[in-house]
T-cell receptor, first 115, second 115 residues
Framework: AQKITQTQPGMFVQEKEAVTLDCTYD???????LFWYKQPSSGEMIFLIY??????QNATEGRYSLNFQKARKSANLVISASQLGDSAMYFC????????????FGKGTRLHILP | GAVVSQHPSRVICKSGTSVKIECRSL??????MFWYRQFPKQSLMLMAT?????????EQGVEKDKFLINHASLTLSTLTVTSAHPEDSSFYIC???????????FGPGTRLTVL
């Protein structure tokens, strides 16, 4: 069975510091995609970054990078130089790529950026 | 990124009435759309997968006669909450998958309040 685990229900980080949001996953699929989404208080789910299981390099998108460690089955999100606007709920997600199956989400981490 | 719209963003209705929520992919064709429900401070719960031109696939425990889904075109899916009750009050959010990674892009969500 597939599973996403986010062990940090909440985090407080000082503005301008880097922050790492943890995500571990469990799957028997060989080919899968990993996703991170941001959900601010407005409720919309904003796609941040994608990592394919066969991608050799860690994905980066601006201030976001994904620390992908396949052997450890971890896909941590790193936000550099955090900003007040980064305060939100963050969800890690995964879905298999070679078969038709739904995406599954972790329970999320609420990030608070302190001024 | 791809843009998904959702309408209305907020609706208040009386118990017993039906409410229709629209989900549109604005700049890409989505053969598959997804409907989620989210309770406060919880992760997204998949309700159903909507495929263009065919019947939706509902998750276990979701009443298909209560939550009617129609995927009329490659850019539009609708969710109708029939005979709404106060316990149906929730945040409903749709997504559409696109691109070579089948990333899901989410609409801004609809907050339903049933009085």
């Amino acid at each position: 069975a597939q599973k996403i685990t986010q062990t940090q229900p909440g985090m407080f980080v000082q503005e301008k510091e880097a922050v790492t949001l943890d995500c571990t996953y469990d799957t028997s699929d060989q080919s899968y995609g990993l996703f991170w989404y941001k959900q601010p208080s407005s409720g919309e789910m904003i796609f941040l970054i994608y990592q394919g299981s066969y991608d050799e390099q860690n994905a980066t998108e601006g201030r976001y990078s994904l620390n992908f460690q396949k052997a450890r089955k971890s896909a941590n999100l790193v936000i550099s130089a955090s900003q007040l606007g980064d305060s939100a709920m963050y969800f890690c997600a995964m879905r298999p790529l070679n078969r038709d199956d739904k995406i599954i989400f972790g329970k999320g981490t609420r990030l608070h950026i302190l001024p | 990124g791809a843009v998904v719209s959702q309408h209305p963003s907020r609706v208040i209705c009386k118990s017993g009435t039906s409410v229709k929520i629209e989900c549109r992919s604005l700049d890409f064709q989505a053969t598959t759309m997804f409907w989620y429900r989210q309770f406060p401070k919880q992760s997204l719960m998949l309700m159903a997968t909507s495929n263009e031109g065919s019947k939706a696939t509902y998750e276990q425990g979701v009443e298909k006669d209560k939550f009617l889904i129609n995927h009329a075109s490659l850019t539009l899916s609708t969710l109708t909450v029939t005979s709404a009750h106060p316990e149906d009050s929730s945040f409903y959010i749709c997504s559409a998958s696109g691109g070579h990674t089948d990333t899901q892009y989410f609409g801004p969500g609809t907050r339903l309040t049933v009085l």
